[in-house]
């Protein structure tokens, strides 16, 4: 059985009461974000039970991974697994609530905007919505090249000159292989444009590899060798992290942080720091659709916070994944509501950015 499939098979084994004890134990949680004692839930049990029933439940759920007892505390908290287990099969998602859906459509008010000020603005709602960090990943530019220029500035730095058909302009200094000359550069760059025409970044890098492999002999070995700089230059982890929109990291330390926290938090602040990392792990979306949760060690990039991520892609007008939003927080997110707002957010972005492209 794979570790993915265990928790629904665990779920399926836990009769009426022990399902309820641990729904109930790790609603508690989410809401305090502290312990949920047995006589806590005496009283607020459907049937009526001793608390020393319920202490047995909670051995048992214990003994199955799905709760934990922190310090000699004698109440439980679910553990990873056993949040996972609540997210997958006990939690339920509503609608987004009204006051919540009015301050993301006010976002979208000044449509004068160009797209990312809008995602800028998008973060920073969802911010102080969720109370958490957000992480809004912006569209790639996928309009197509025109032409393509390298210029020299020194023997180790050069420029690469991206026009595109809506006159967007990118220039990227990068660092040369050795040796080039302006005869290599010429031909690299006669070599690119021949293949561009019409194609988008993403359909350029595919034509040069294929093109690259199958007439290796026609280009020069030292323009062959600026090409392929000009490939990884465009996969470069400074366009990852301009794409990256990271608002409301104070809201992960709100006054109720223990000092044991203040670890957490800081490895957190580090790891958003290294947004190349979080904008590649974001493009992991799109892999699928709709939203994804990953809580703690789950998502390798915050395992050593003990965060949860509530991701969703958005797509552009051709039903192609072209970003991220997303929420982050710690692993007692209020997920109930946090997922219908990323879900929410997302569709809206992608109908922003759909209605802009056929504008």
């Not at 679910?78 to 919540?100: K, N, S």
């Not at 444009?193 to 040069?208: D, F, I, P, Y």
């Amino acid at each position: 059985m794979t570790d993915h499939n265990r928790p629904a098979a665990i779920m399926s084994e836990l009769n009426d009461r022990s399902r309820e004890v641990f729904r109930r134990v790790v609603e508690g949680y989410l809401a305090s974000g502290g312990p949920v004692g047995s006589r806590t839930l005496s009283r607020t049990m459907s049937e009526k039970i001793s608390a020393a029933t319920i202490r047995n439940v909670m051995q048992d759920l214990e003994y199955l991974g799905l709760l934990g007892s922190p310090h000699t505390s004698s109440g439980r908290i679910p553990t990873q697994t056993g949040l996972r287990m609540f997210v997958d099969g006990v939690l339920e998602v509503g609608e987004v609530a009204a006051e919540d859906r009015d301050l993301i459509d006010a976002t979208m008010g000044n449509r004068q905007s160009d797209v990312g000020t809008l995602l800028d603005r998008i973060g920073s709602t969802l911010s102080g919505i969720t109370q958490g960090a957000s992480l809004v990943l912006t569209p790639k530019h996928e309009a197509p090249i025109k032409h393509i220029e390298f210029v020299s500035l020194s023997a180790e730095r050069a420029l690469v000159v991206l026009v595109f058909a809506d006159s967007h302009v990118e220039n990227r200094v990068f660092t040369p292989p050795p040796g080039q000359t302006p005869s290599s550069m010429r031909e690299a760059a006669n070599f690119l444009n021949a293949l561009a025409a019409g194609k988008t970044l993403t359909e350029l890098r595919k034509s040069v590899t294929a093109e690259i492999s199958t007439h290796r002999q026609e280009i020069d070995i030292l323009a062959r060798q600026l090409v392929e700089t000009g490939l990884v230059l465009w996969e470069n982890p400074g366009e990852q992290s301009e794409r990256l929109i990271v608002r409301g990291r104070a809201n992960l330390l709100d006054g109720t942080t223990e000092a044991l926290d203040f670890d957490r938090i800081r490895h957190l602040f580090d790891d958003l720091e290294r947004k190349r990392d979080i904008a590649e792990f974001l493009e992991l979306t799109e892999e699928g659709e709709g939203v994804r949760i990953f809580i703690g060690s789950e998502n390798k990039l915050f395992s050593l916070s003990g965060s949860s991520l509530v991701v969703s892609p958005y797509m552009n007008a051709d039903r192609k994944i072209i970003g991220a939003v997303g929420v982050i927080g710690p692993t007692r997110l209020n997920y109930g509501r946090i997922v219908p707002i990323v879900d929410y957010t997302a569709q809206l972005v992608g109908r922003l950015i759909s209605d802009r492209s056929r504008g």
